[in-house]
């Protein structure tokens, strides 16, 4: 029940915080440069999260949660999009994309705390359904490069282990909202 009350206030904060971000940069913009996004997706959990748009280029960041076991996982990660081929009737930016990203996944109990790092590569769809609605899919790869995990019991929380090298599948579906400035 504690880690409900924790996932549901967390999340709740969380897009809170990117509603109210996105928010202020549109109305410091005025360019219709911002989206926000809701995704589900491996590794970022479910999550929120806000992009810039450069023309066929994005820079985004998200937040998300899962519950795990009595715990949640946390995930924050920091992507950059390249919309390289297909056209839409809503919207310039083109359909097709690869995007890249470092992502940081950490979960946690009473007596032991994880922490992964990876980095992902991954191809995708945007599928416009109007000038500020889209929803995406993307699939790929994530590549560990750092994992550590702590017990509290042990060595007074000092790492116990380090792990190497681990690819793994990645995907997520994803929700755009952007905020327009009239302009197709």
Known sequence: MKSARIL??????????????????????????TSLSVSLGL??????????????FQLGVNAGLFPDFGSVLLSVSANSYYHFAGESDFTRVRQYYIMSGINMLHSGGENRSDMHFYINFRVGKELNLSKQVAFAIDAGIIYQFYY?????????GA??????????PSISLTYIYRYTSGRR
């Open 43 to 56: 590794p970022e959990l479910v999550n929120a999260g806000l992009r810039y748009n450069l023309n066929q």
């Open 148 to 156: 550590t995990y702590r017990i509290s019991s042990v060595d007074n």
């Open 8 to 33: 549901k206030k967390s999340l709740g904060s969380i897009i809170a915080h990117v509603f109210l971000l996105g928010s202020l940069s549109s109305a410091v913009s005025g360019q219709g440069k």
């Open 159 to 168: 790492p116990n282990s380090q792990k190497g090298p681990v690819i793994l």
